[in-house]
């Protein structure tokens, strides 16, 4: 009987070793070479895994830049410091534009306070099932549902469902990748320019009367903002208004004058230009292009920005030759001007 056991713990040892011989060659034999470019790049990459460069994840994204298909810059997450590693492995000095940073923003105000429900939902709480439901229990056909579909998806955890029943996203956190916007039935999330300081938080298009009776935040469609706006840059298209943001200057004139405010600021407060004494020539362009007349002063003497005029556009900034001016908020960094006290970032 031993003989026997040895035999067979001797046969079946033998056959592993065989086994795992051929295993081996044809681990060899088989492999598939890969480039070590890609590698190198998959180790650089955030490793999100979110698709918003427009490949399958970031090994499909390495896997592109390291055949030249891809400009080393694809990563919207990694951004320009990402983008500089990768420049160095594929042995390139310049990155290319990085471009605007996206993120998504909610474009819509009608939360619980706001906007009236036309009946009660009782079943799976998700806004796709809602959805499906005579359009969801919300009496504004293009408002959010508020049961979180876009939190489930975030995959860096940038967005939490408020105490009035509407996203609330963590702009520092979101990576740009847009799973939010596409989980959302009613659209109310979309991928935007970081840069846009001003945005419509409504899509309701229906008419003014009809928008007024569902939600208190909606655009009524008056056209206040079109009449405010020096640049413009905002028009009222289908009972709703819209941003033409290469003419934005982000002066929130628009802001401050809706009635309903659906149209929101990123920031409490515009930026105002202030002069910097020192490298001010008095040349007076900045007070000639001025559009409301904000700046004052004497040809060859340092000038002066009335703050409560400024609206913060930006254009004496963009025409003054010596650089002498910022535009600044205040609670930011101080700068030495003939004005009070300013500060910038």
């Not at 492995?89 to 940073?101: F, T």
């Not at 709703?240 to 405010?261: F, G, H, N, Q």
Request: proline share 5%; glycine share 10%; hydrophobic share 35%.
């Amino acid at each position: 009987m031993s003989n026997i056991i040895l035999i067979s713990i001797l046969s079946m040892g033998g056959l592993g070793l065989l086994l795992g011989a051929g295993l081996a060659i044809a681990s060899k034999q088989l492999a598939v070479e890969t480039d070590p470019k890609v590698d190198a790049i998959l180790e650089v990459l955030p490793g999100a895994n979110c698709g918003a460069c427009g490949y399958p994840g970031c090994s499909g994204a390495a896997k592109a830049i390291a055949e030249g298909r891809a400009p080393v810059n694809t990563c919207p997450v990694g951004g320009e410091a990402v983008a500089k590693k990768v420049a160095k492995i594929m042995g390139v000095d310049d990155i290319g534009a990085s471009g605007d940073r996206k993120i998504a923003r909610v474009l819509c105000q009608g939360g619980n306070n706001e906007a009236k429900t036309k009946a009660e939902y009782h079943g799976v709480k998700t806004c796709k099932a809602a959805s499906m439901v005579n359009g969801g229990p919300k009496a504004c056909p293009f408002g959010c549902l508020g049961f979180g579909d876009c939190t489930i998806v975030c995959p860096v955890d940038a967005i939490i469902m408020g105490d009035n029943g509407l996203p609330v996203i963590d702009e520092q956190k979101c990576i740009g990748c847009g799973l939010c916007a596409e989980a959302c039935p009613k659209n109310v999330l979309a991928l935007v320019s970081e840069k846009n300081e001003v945005w419509v938080s409504c899509r309701a298009t229906m008419k003014p009367k009809e928008t007024r009776q569902v939600c208190s935040k909606g655009c009524i469609a008056c056209k206040q903002c079109e009449k405010v706006c020096p640049f413009d840059a905002v028009h009222v298209n289908n009972n709703v208004a819209v941003i033409d943001y290469e003419k934005c200057r982000s002066c929130m004139l628009c802001v401050e004058k809706c009635p309903t405010k659906s149209i929101v600021p990123a920031f409490s407060q515009r930026k105002k230009a202030v002069i910097i004494e020192e490298k001010c020539t008095g040349c007076t362009v900045c007070a000639r292009n001025c559009p409301v007349k904000a700046i004052t002063g004497e040809v060859k003497k340092v000038h002066t920005v009335n703050p409560e005029l400024c609206i913060g556009c930006g254009i004496c900034q963009e025409k003054c030759r010596m650089n002498a001016i910022e535009m600044v908020r205040d609670g930011e960094k101080e700068i030495k001007t003939n004005n009070k006290c300013a500060t910038a970032k």
